[in-house]
């Protein structure tokens, strides 16, 4: 029978809360891929996971859509300790209620779900299989300054978090960092695989800035695979490729978001698309369901574009 009432709560560790969460029993008893997915950076687990559920059934796969304590503007949210322990004991609780094929549990989300995404991609390396981060803010102070001069409201969002500005206040900056996947992003190094993925105009249409993804990259890469600063100024500029690092590839996952640049190192890719502040969940899966713990990343998004993105701007 299929469920029908998908919320529970599962016991978050650090501070020995109960926490919420959407989830979804795939069928049958043998072991089935777990997917944690992430909300965006103003919503909760009561939000839309439509796009990730019709996924997971389609796929039989577990899935999780857990609260991590909210929307990104109280201090319990955003990249906290707390946050880091609801997405690593959600895990637990789906495995603590059906059985898990545990050399394939994946973490994706975009945007505010980006930015949780590649902080648990750091803080807790050894979980994912494979980590798929969509539009993702990796430095929270350095997105205040650019909130704040677009005068995008987040930055009064991270000013109520942090109790402060990051830019002037040396203690809010220190926990701003603390909230920040570019603090950890290097030594996680190679430890799981990531891919990352933005539209060339998130910054202008959107609200995410690309040189946040490029800075996560940077960390995750190594040093030969590196973007020099000069090119991710002309990108974000400028919202195009230069020519040296233009993809002349093609891959029909994207559809009409066309892949304008690409790179691997190591276990990290990075993609630039034609496209905004978006997560394209056709590419999503079709890369998550290709990956296994202790194989060699496989980077292919899928071979069918399913038509369907979430323009984060529209919430």
Same mark, same amino acid.
């Given at each position: 029978?299929?469920?029908?009432?998908?919320?529970?709560?599962?016991?978050?560790?650090?501070?020995? #809360?109960?926490?919420p969460?959407?989830?979804?029993?795939?069928?049958?008893?043998?072991?089935?891929?777990?997917?944690?997915?992430?909300?965006?950076?103003?919503?909760?687990?009561? $939000?839309?996971?439509?796009?990730?559920?019709?996924?997971?059934?389609?796929?039989?796969?577990?899935?999780?859509?857990?609260?991590?304590?909210?929307?990104?503007w109280?201090?319990?949210?955003?990249?906290?300790? /707390?946050?880091?322990?609801?997405?690593?004991?959600?895990?637990?609780?789906?495995?603590?209620v059906?059985?898990?094929?545990?050399?394939?549990?994946? /973490?994706?989300g975009? $945007?505010?779900?980006?930015h949780?995404?590649l902080?648990?991609?750091?803080?807790?390396?050894?979980?994912?299989?494979?980590?798929?981060?969509?539009?993702?803010? $990796?430095?929270?102070?350095?997105?205040?300054?650019?909130?704040f001069?677009?005068?995008?409201?987040?930055?009064?969002?991270?000013?109520?978090?942090?109790?402060?500005?990051?830019?002037?206040?040396?203690?809010?900056?220190?926990?701003a960092?603390?909230?920040s996947?570019?603090?950890?992003?290097?030594?996680?190094k190679?430890? #799981?695989?990531?891919?990352?993925?933005t539209?060339?105009?998130?910054?202008?249409?959107?609200?995410?800035?690309?040189?946040?993804?490029?800075?996560?990259?940077?960390?995750?890469?190594?040093?030969?695979?590196?973007?020099?600063?000069?090119?991710?100024?002309?990108?974000?500029?400028?919202?195009?490729i230069?020519?040296?690092?233009?993809?002349?590839?093609?891959?029909?996952?994207?559809?009409?978001?066309?892949?304008?640049?690409?790179?691997?190192?190591?276990? #990290?890719?990075?993609?630039?698309?034609?496209?905004?502040?978006?997560?394209?969940?056709?590419p999503?899966?079709?890369? /998550?369901?290709?990956?296994?713990?202790?194989?060699?990343?496989?980077?292919?998004?899928?071979?069918?574009?399913?038509?369907?993105?979430?323009?984060? /701007?529209?919430?």
């Amino acid at each position: 029978m299929e469920q029908l009432d998908y919320k529970i709560e599962f016991l978050s560790e650090l501070d020995q #809360t109960m926490q919420p969460a959407c989830f979804y029993k795939a069928a049958g008893d043998e072991p089935r891929p777990l997917v944690v997915a992430l909300h965006t950076w103003s919503f909760g687990y009561d $939000s839309d996971w439509t796009s990730y559920l019709i996924r997971c059934k389609k796929l039989n796969w577990h899935l999780i859509y857990p609260h991590f304590r909210g929307p990104n503007w109280t201090p319990d949210a955003l990249g906290s300790d /707390l946050v880091v322990s609801d997405l690593k004991s959600c895990v637990d609780y789906v495995k603590s209620v059906c059985k898990v094929d545990t050399d394939r549990i994946y /973490l994706v989300g975009g $945007s505010g779900g980006g930015h949780a995404s590649l902080l648990l991609a750091a803080r807790a390396s050894g979980l994912w299989t494979a980590v798929s981060s969509w539009c993702p803010i $990796s430095n929270v102070g350095k997105w205040h300054q650019q909130c704040f001069e677009k005068q995008r409201h987040y930055w009064k969002h991270i000013e109520d978090v942090c109790g402060g500005n990051p830019g002037t206040d040396e203690a809010v900056a220190k926990d701003a960092a603390h909230r920040s996947p570019v603090t950890y992003l290097a030594d996680a190094k190679n430890k #799981t695989i990531v891919d990352i993925g933005t539209g060339i105009h998130d910054g202008h249409t959107g609200s995410v800035p690309i040189s946040q993804a490029f800075d996560a990259f940077n960390l995750l890469a190594d040093e030969a695979d590196r973007f020099s600063s000069e090119d991710i100024a002309y990108m974000v500029e400028t919202e195009k490729i230069p020519e040296h690092l233009q993809f002349h590839g093609d891959d029909a996952a994207y559809g009409p978001y066309k892949v304008l640049l690409r790179r691997v190192s190591g276990n #990290t890719r990075i993609t630039i698309f034609e496209g905004s502040h978006d997560i394209l969940y056709g590419p999503a899966f079709g890369f /998550l369901q290709q990956q296994v713990r202790g194989q060699a990343p496989v980077w292919n998004s899928g071979t069918v574009y399913d038509g369907e993105s979430n323009n984060e /701007l529209t919430k």
